[in-house]
């Protein structure tokens, strides 16, 4: 099987909740295609490389998928572009399948968003502990940046 992932870029004034009625309604679209979700999740506000749409900052929200209808692709991609709410958004081919994140083993293994447990683990404190290897090296780079200054 082929597995992608997709890295899409949108408004980073959004309401969470909005951003997780983006988030499912790309989900939506992406099942239309027949393929399986691996991991969706938000990877963090950064700033951009240039200005999209007066924005310098934007929303990444990272997905993972293994392919499904090949021919379906193509519409999902052509979707995703005439998206309003998707400033930008690029897809890769991965060379291997990717991990579940932590916050997709919590939803298999069964909590229900309204339980208490869940509560708990999405406190700024326990985010802060759970950041990406990526952002970890950000996070390093930026001291290091304020060090040398």
Do not use: C
Not at 10 to 28: A, F, H, Q, R, T
Not at 109 to 122: A, H, V, W
Not at 134 to 146: C, P, W, Y
Request: charged content about 40%; overall charge negative; aromatic content about 6%.
């Amino acid at each position: 099987m082929r597995y992608y992932e997709t890295i899409y870029i949108v408004d980073p004034n959004l309401d969470n909740n909005v951003l997780d009625k983006i988030m499912e309604e790309i989900s939506k679209e992406l099942k239309k295609t027949e393929s399986k979700l691996i991991n969706h999740k938000v990877w963090g506000k950064k700033r951009l490389a240039y200005q999209i749409d007066n924005q310098k900052y934007g929303t990444y929200v990272l997905l993972h998928f293994e392919e499904g209808d090949q021919s379906k692709m193509v519409e999902f991609s052509t979707w995703m572009k005439l998206n309003n709410s998707v400033i930008r958004h690029m897809t890769v081919l991965l060379k291997e399948k990717p991990e579940l994140s932590v916050e997709e083993i919590k939803k298999d293994e069964g909590l229900d968003k309204d339980t208490p447990t869940e509560k708990q683990n999405n406190s700024p404190e326990v985010d802060e502990v759970k950041l990406d290897s990526n952002q970890e090296k950000e996070k390093k780079n930026d001291q290091k940046l304020e060090e040398k200054k």
